[in-house]
């Protein structure tokens, strides 16, 4: 049976589906949050198990061109995967010890899983709305999962309305794109030939929603408030998994739907980049709480990805890809480690005075943290310095040299405040006398496995990026 | 019909509007009769005779004094009151309460109007009834009004879902949304010879659906056991409590051709509609609206029966038959119905 | 195609202005005699105590949202019950994956207690907080 087939190359879905659903019973049924976690992490390995085994299996397109599989797709559904298992993994001690340990957690997160694997692998517009929308409605209720802090609650308030009017841009693009090429496919929309007033609309609020999405500045204000409001290690998913899906998005409607407008499209991006990288940095410079810090470097980081958008090539498409890998392990390392301290002494320990003196106390803890701050700022051994450079590198070759010199300048401010964390971590006395715990063996293993990728990616890059480039020899 | 009226009428949009007017003619007589009826039928269950007096015959014009009474009422607008939401409300109710039955064929020969999607407009229409129950009891001011008002609509919308997913259980056997042809499905003498060929015979699980729609309707026109809203020990008039005189009155009719409504629905789907149930005998336009009026009646009937039979529920229980058995029930029987149309 | 809905506006506008004749009538031949206790709320014959537009018990807004995803779920059904016995199996089981699921979520909401509406007092945020924790 044909479908049959069909259904094998939207695996990594109904896996999550299946599993969003079986964990919501057993939370109605036995309440267990330790069972749901359990279930979460099995289902979510043997997804991105799928997934990492579709990179090397076919690309093409099922259900009648709605989704796209094998390719970009499966390494959008790799990034996702990955992001939702390590933000699962680290979700249980903090939640435990923040006494929100709850199984509903972890339906919501496969809930918002569901819909970011469907939004990397949509070949068609409303495809695409759905994902954002099964993504984002799962995320507004985790962001408000602490519902007794002012600061969770007002994260998800402002996040809802935010996103629900960046939602209402992005179908009004939806709307106009339709109207003007007759079809949601990205393929016929490609093959619009009357490109007038309508169509330009529409690509123009197409792009606002997703640079609200992927929290590009002027669209960004949301992002720091949710960043912080929201329970860490919900942070981490957000910040990763669902910036990672936004962004493989982002490129499947560029290079598919857009490649002939590319000249105009990457002017915008190239001007959007700018602000991005700049407003990010800058802002990020004078933030004392840890969690905002992190919340404006995604955004700067949400920059230099944007400057591969804005060259816009083959070359810069898969180095996006591996920029965004890198992405995600050094930002879910990084927020597992605020998490860490955050659970000694509740939410708001994450001032960056606080962090005096904590860097010998743990040194395993201290260490992991230099590790993924180091490869944030792009430092050579590691995978955030490769991401950095195969971007750069991209845009140079399209004669963006004026943007990158502004990235390359960018990340060397950014030196001023992710180092400013360690500081606090190994060259402050300590003030508080704060005992910290041991650390679970699973949260500090997974710690460990994301800072030995990053350190392998960095060292070896040939393994991803022949993959990635693979992708793009294929036409559909 | 049509060509009945074009006969002596000129054409054009004078037959069109005759056409469209008998539904409200129907109605407006028939609330009349019924509320008579409902005095009656509690009289006699109660062993009393009911209303004897006024016109002569069994109190036959009771009704009619009533209603000159209310006229004569003065017309009370509290002071603190939304006035415009207040006075809309009933117009609402009574317009979407007639509207609804534009969509029902009467008798082979008329139907208000040919709307493919009857039922689904029907459904459509009759939800605006919550929507001016909420208005009425907010626009009141008055804290029985707007309690009221919001369990209510709260009963409404909840009854709702059974409501549709039965109804949407007879959409499957018939394939159409229009009731006349779901009405013209129904004609003859199929099963096992005598039987009418009405959908109620057509499998075991269409009783059970029946049943289900007609308790789900019970709840749709707040008839006993659901009269939550007229609970008058503890809500004293529920969101009509400000309401008095003729505005008051409008809410009764609405109630009434609400039955009526669900009824005729009812007989539509599961019970042949204007078809006789005597095969070919007695059938045809003008005995087809005696059928469709006299199973109408007879649902209407039972529904005065039952209010006299049943306590009321309390409003936690009402949620629980609602939520807990009557839409898994219901859905559950949505998928037996579309197996079994499956197999045979 | 549209005229289809002409004796439905001729319907309700005739309800209306027959409604409105009523009305009318009423004002005619009833008495004006506004007094300061008939316009006043109706608090069972004392004095109304604060305004009436007060907050109200959550669960009605739970049962609200249910009705909206139920009802939205029932239009996808519609098409489905007209032209299932044309598509045949295939349909039906999608069908049937489509009810399940929504099944699942009323399980879910059942077992959570969104319709028990004794279970939840209306005042008592604190113990609805601590019965939340599952430790």
Known sequence: ?476 | MQQFLESFLPAGPLVVFVFSIIPLMIILVYALFAIWLERKVAGHIQDRLGPMHTGGWHGWSQTIADLVKMIQKEDIVPAKADRFLFKMAPFIAFAASYAAFVAIPFSSGYIGSMIDVGIFYIVAITSLLSVSIIMAGWASNNKWSLLGAMRTAAQTVSYEVPTVVTILSVIIVTGTLNLMEVTEMQTGNAFLGFLPNWLIFHSPFMVIAFVLFFIASLAEAHRVPFDLPESESELVGGYQTEYSGMRWGLFMLTEYADMLLLSLVGATLFFGGWNSPFGSFMDGPVWGAFWMLLKGMILVFVMMWLRWTLPRLRVDQLMNVCWKYLIPLSFVNLVLIALWEMIF | MLEQYIPVLLLVALAVVTAMAFIVLSRLLGPQRPASNKLGAYESGMDPVGQARDRYSVSFYIIAMEFIVFDLEVIFIYPFAVRFQEFGAGTFWAMMLFIFILFLGLVYTLKKGSFDWTAVPLQDEQSQESSYKIS
Do not use: C
């Open chain 1, 1 to 476: 049976m044909e479908s049959a087939n069909e259904l094998l190359t939207i695996l990594p879905l109904i896996i999550i589906g299946a599993a969003g659903l079986f964990v919501m019973m057993l939370d109605a049924f036995t309440g267990s949050a330790r069972l749901a976690y359990l279930a979460t992490i099995l289902f979510s390995a043997a997804a991105l198990a799928v997934a990492v085994s579709d990179l090397f299996g076919p690309m093409g397109e099922s259900f009648h061109g709605l989704i796209t599989y094998g390719g970009t797709s499966s390494f959008g559904m790799v990034l996702v995967m990955t992001g939702t298992l390590f933000s699962v993994i680290l979700s249980r001690d903090y939640l435990e010890k923040t006494g929100m340990h709850i199984a509903e957690v972890y339906s919501m997160i496969l809930f918002a899983a569901f819909g970011m694997l469907l939004l990397v692998s949509s070949n068609n517009l409303v495809t695409l709305f759905l994902g954002i929308e099964t993504m984002s409605i799962s995320l507004y209720v985790l962001a408000g999962l602490v519902k007794n802090h002012k600061k969770s609650v007002e994260a998800a308030l402002k996040y809802f309305l935010l996103g629900a009017f960046a939602t209402g841009f992005l179908l009004y693009g939806i709307a106009l794109l339709y109207g003007a090429s007759g079809s949601t496919f990205l393929v016929d929309i490609a093959a619009t030939e009357d490109k007038g007033m309508i169509y330009w609309a529409g690509v123009g609020l197409l792009l606002v929603g997703f640079f609200f999405k992927i929290s590009a500045v002027p669209f960004h204000m949301w992002t720091p408030d949710v960043y912080q409001g929201a329970p860490t290690t919900i942070t981490a998913f957000m910040a990763t998994a669902s910036k990672a899906a936004a962004f493989v998005a982002f490129i499947l409607v560029l290079s598919r739907a857009l490649p002939d407008a590319r000249a105009d499209w990457s002017d915008v991006i190239w001007l959007f980049a700018l602000l991005t990288m700049v407003v990010g940095n800058i802002l990020a410079l004078v933030q004392d709480n840890v969690k905002r810090m992190l919340a404006y470097s995604s955004i700067a980081h949400a920059g230099y990805i944007m400057i591969g958008l804005a060259a816009g090539t083959d070359a810069a498409y898969s180095a996006v890809l591996f920029y965004l890998f890198a992405y995600t392990l050094m930002n879910i390392g990084a927020f597992g480690i605020v998490a860490y301290y955050e659970w000694h002494k509740g939410y708001d320990f994450t001032e960056v005075s606080n962090y005096s003196g904590l860097g010998f106390k743990q040194p395993i803890m201290g260490v992991l943290m230099s590790v993924f701050l180091f490869s944030m700022v792009g430092i050579p051994p590691f995978a955030g310095f490769i991401g950095k450079y195969r971007v750069f590198a991209a845009a140079v070759d399209e004669g963006l040299i004026s943007l990158v010199i502004v990235g390359v300048l960018a990340s060397a401010a950014s030196v001023y405040y992710y180092l400013r964390v360690l500081v606090h971590l190994f060259m402050k006395e300590s003030e508080n006398g704060i005992v910290l715990s041991r650390p679970g063996t699973l949260y500090t293993a997974s710690l460990l496995i994301l800072a030995a990728l990053t350190i392998f990616f960095g060292i070896n890059p040939g393994v991803l990026t022949d993959l990635l480039g693979s992708f793009w020899t294929v036409q559909y």
